[in-house]
């Protein structure tokens, strides 16, 4: 049974909370959260979020890093980060105006055209 701190997000970056399905932007969330820790950047600047981005995917290779070292397990740690990197990818889009269902037809775009380029599909004919 979910409780008032629970919190859903689907791709959109929408979210429900708790018992309600009280809807949540991903964005707006994420300026809440840290626009008291960094005003001037927040989630409006794309080197902050840049920055942040590739934090995040240190920490991640971090993970990997002690798994493949140590045979660390990490599995949550890991799926958390790989959200961490998820939610800064979106804010950066974002600014782009490439965010949500935008980005997921780009990147669409963008695997067609690199597999056209290595001959893995053939060139489309016609309208």
Do not use: C
Request: net charge negative.
């Amino acid at each position: 049974m979910a409780d008032q701190n629970d919190v859903a997000f689907n791709p959109r970056g929408d979210a429900t909370v708790g018992a309600l399905p009280t809807p949540i932007n991903i964005y707006e969330l994420h300026e809440r959260m840290t626009s008291h820790l960094f005003p001037t950047w927040s989630s409006t600047d794309e080197r902050f979020l840049a920055l942040a981005l590739a934090g995040e995917v240190g920490e991640l290779a971090n993970m990997i890093k002690k798994r493949w070292r140590d045979s660390a397990v990490l599995v949550e740690e890991i799926r958390d980060e790989i959200a961490d990197i998820r939610i800064y990818l979106e804010l950066l889009a974002k600014l782009f105006n490439m965010e949500g269902e935008k980005l997921d037809l780009r990147v669409a775009d963008k695997l067609a055209r690199v597999a056209k380029k290595h001959g893995l599909i053939a060139p489309r004919v016609g309208p």
